[in-house]
């Protein structure tokens, strides 16, 4: 069984930063995925960005790109997405996920199997 627990969500003005944690306990091969997804009141889960924890490979959502970054330490079984310059509609919860499925490497929830709790990031125009 694996646990993730999100961090470093927060309220932010726009063109702000936040840095978000997703700390991993329990066995996580590594040839798996983590990713970052997040959903608003009234909308769909929406995958953020992606992340093979063996290599290192990653996809991010077109939305995101060059403003988010995704990225791994598996010394500490943690992940992490830094945001930069966030946009009011950037507000979400936001939510850490891993997949243990072959050909993960995908911001379609349905290809992960554990799912933290979330943390809330707001941003304010």
């Known amino acids: 069984q694996v646990q993730l627990v999100e961090s470093g969500g927060g309220s932010v003005q726009s063109g702000g930063s936040l840095s978000l944690s997703c700390a991993a306990f329990g066995y996580i091969p590594s040839s798996s995925c983590m990713g970052w997804f997040r959903q608003a009141p009234g909308k769909e889960r929406e995958g953020v960005a992606a992340?093979?924890?063996?290599?290192?490979?990653?996809v991010s959502a077109n939305s995101v790109k060059g403003r988010f970054t995704i990225s791994i330490d598996n010394a500490k079984n943690t992940l992490y997405l830094q945001m930069n310059s966030l946009k009011p509609e950037d507000t979400a919860m936001y939510y850490c996920?891993?997949?243990?499925?072959?050909?993960?490497?995908?911001?379609?929830?349905?290809?992960?199997?554990?799912w933290g709790q979330g943390t809330q990031v707001t941003v304010s125009s």
């Open positions: 996920a891993a997949s243990i499925n072959r050909r993960c490497l995908t911001r379609d929830p349905m290809t992960y199997n554990y």
């Open positions: 992340i093979l924890t063996g290599s290192g490979s990653a």
